[in-house]
């Protein structure tokens, strides 16, 4: 397999400054894209309180923006191949902390998902660039250990989303809070300018026509291992989401009662994602990914499964395992992914997370008819038989992978 479309002298190693500036820099953006999109989940309650809208109403405040992202990742992945990598993450990153900021203000709630609906969007040009910029700017030998270092940076985006924002509308209000994480993303963009290296594998390619990309995207579709992937992408991360959009609902009610400053520290587990998925690159190399991969999926399940019974400590410690599982799963797929990927890194890439983030916005609201039906066993058996459908990928993939 081709290692880029450069000299392997070119490639960021782990000895050079260039390495800590793209880790740090990559970290930011995950930190950015994650914290604006996730930051109305723990305000999802509160939505309903405000707005007069039930559970799968108020969760179209982060499935609209996911779905958007989503598609606007097929678009993105096609338009950084002729402007480049950095300019898009960076675009993207401004203008979606703007528009967090625009939602926060919104006078009625269709103003609201107008707002977030555009955030999205416009969010789409980090997370399938990011991935892309890795694959191909970091020495292939090291790209599992930068893989988790980006990963671990949405995951402290998303806690530091979806925490600060419990606190802050406590001790403000949820409009407050959203316009504060939009000012963080603001100066996390800046940041990210600072310090991304340029690329120095990266061609442009201002040729290539809608053909070309549907070529490439149908050519990653009829790969035996690709696919695979991308289902444990969807299944993954719609567990992993549904959870914790419908452990609001169930802990601000009796016999819980938590507030939302507490609701939002229950998110602080976010930070045994930010440590596992560190680590997962690394134990991919020592055990083999499949092997990790596996493993990373039923320690969802087993924390899902602890969710079931009423004592607080129970729920708190099946959340963490779902956290360290999830993360886990998501660090060794993606990185996955630009390995088998030998040509069009960006489309193979764009696809995942098309995947994972269709994940996000189906899962994420139909889970919402399960707890309005049956409540959190309606949520758990859900998001379980998701991860049954996530093994069966992760078995094909390691057959596939034998063979």
């Known amino acids: 397999m081709p290692l880029a ?12 400054p260039a390495y800590r500036r793209a880790g740090l820099a990559l970290f930011l953006a995950g930190f950015a894209t994650f914290s604006l999109l ?14 007069g809208i039930g559970a799968a109403s108020s969760s179209l405040s982060l499935s609209l923006s996911t779905s958007a992202l989503a598609v606007a990742i097929l678009l993105a992945a096609a338009l950084s191949e002729r402007l480049g990598r950095r300019d ?12 967090n900021i625009a939602a926060a203000w919104a006078p009625v709630w269709p103003a609201l998902l107008v707002a977030r609906l555009a955030e999205g969007f416009v969010l789409g040009g980090v997370p399938a660039v990011a991935m892309t910029y890795l694959a191909e700017e970091i020495h292939p030998r090291e790209l599992d250990l930068a893989m988790g270092l980006y990963v671990a940076g949405t995951a402290f985006g998303g806690m530091i989303g979806r925490v600060g924002t419990g606190i802050l509308t406590d001790a403000l209000s949820w409009r407050a809070a959203m316009t504060i994480i939009g000012a963080a993303g603001l100066l996390a963009a800046l940041g990210f300018l600072a310090l991304l290296p340029p690329s120095r594998n990266f061609v442009r390619r201002p040729g290539l026509n809608a053909r070309h990309h549907l070529a490439s995207w149908a050519r990653h579709l009829r790969d035996p291992a690709l ?40 998110f602080s587990v976010y930070v045994f994602g930010i440590l596992s998925s560190s680590a997962a690159g690394a134990l991919s190399d020592r055990m ?4 990790v991969l596996t493993a990373g999926i039923l320690i969802m399940g087993t924390g899902i499964m602890l ?15 779902l956290t360290i599982g999830f993360f886990t799963a998501h660090a060794v797929a993606s990185g996955w992914v630009g390995r088998l990927a ?22 994420g609201s139909i889970g919402g008819w399960w707890w309005a039906g049956l409540g959190w066993n309606g949520v758990a058996g859900f998001t379980l038989l998701l ?9 094909w993939l390691h057959r596939v992978a034998r063979s």
């Open 5 to 16: 479309p450069a000299d392997a002298g070119t490639f960021i190693t782990r000895a050079s």
């Open 38 to 51: 996730y930051c109305v989940q723990p305000l999802l309650p509160v939505f309903s309180s405000r707005f």
């Open 88 to 99: 898009i993450m960076a675009l993207s990153m401004m203008l979606s902390a703007v528009l």
């Open 227 to 266: 696919p695979a992937l991308y289902a444990i992408g969807f299944t993954v991360m719609g567990s992993f989401v549904t959870i914790f959009n419908y452990a609001g609902y169930r802990l601000m009610a009796p016999p819980y009662n938590l507030d939302q400053t507490r609701l939002g520290l229950l």
């Open 288 to 291: 083999g990914r499949g092997r």
């Open 307 to 321: 969710t079931l019974p009423h004592a607080l400590p129970c729920v708190f410690l099946g959340i963490v395992f």
């Open 342 to 363: 030998r040509i069009d890194r960006g489309h193979a890439t764009s696809l995942y997370l098309l995947a994972y983030y269709l994940g996000s916005s189906i899962a």
């Open 387 to 395: 991860l049954a459908g996530a093994l069966a990928a992760a078995a």
